[in-house]
């Protein structure tokens, strides 16, 4: 992908779109290299912590930076690798005999048990997981504001009961509570519906994930 293709995507979020999609098999790649197996698309939550990584890459990338595909492994490698470290950060309380290897396994199985359910409950939305880096916002900054008014949207209970009977955010009630102003959230409902379900429906280990992307630890989801 040469220097002006990357400039555009950076100021054309249609262009973005179609560089992260032919990038996937990159992705996969990276992630598969990085972690010493095969991903799944739908099933592991590295696959879009990658995705994120090369969101925040194209935002990032200049020509200095040399080849983008060399800069945007390395942020995905990293991205990876910090997930896998914080997995690990309870090693020392291993039993005996138990070892690093499997408690990053367990807790990718954690991961896989609410993906695959989330996945689930997303289909009665008609959202998917590619949703997520589709309707992503452009900017950083903007993306964490998302983040930060799904967490707040799970909070009142009358939103998520709203949520739940028409499959949709209730953008007046969620402006009246002051959630977000309302030419926001129309922007991107969708991506802030998604993020909301995680925390409505208590995934754990995805909005871990997301408090992390909110709070900097990870330049996150996306």
Known sequence: MNEISIFEAQQNKVIRNQLIEEKIPF?????????GRYIETENDVEFLIGLEALNDAIDLYDAEKGQFETFAGTMIKH???????????????????????????????????????????????????????????????????????SKKTASFQDII????????????????KKIETRRFLYAHKKYILFSSLAYIHH???ITSWIDDAIGGEHDEIH
């Open 79 to 149: 991205r990876i690798l910090d997930e896998v470290k914080k997995n690990a950060n309870y090693a020392n309380h291993l039993a005996y005999g138990e070892t690093l290897d499997d408690v990053v396994v367990q807790d990718n199985t954690d991961l896989k048990i609410e993906l695959s359910t989330f996945k689930t409950i997303l289909r009665t939305y008609n959202l998917a997981f590619d949703d997520m880096v589709g309707a992503s916002p452009t900017h950083r900054d903007t993306r964490i504001r998302a983040l930060k008014a």
């Open 203 to 205: 995934f754990s280990e």
């Open 27 to 35: 992705v996969i790649y990276m992630a598969t290299k990085t972690l």
């Open 161 to 176: 009961e709203k949520i739940k009977q028409y499959f949709k955010l209730p953008i007046p009630l969620m402006v009246s």
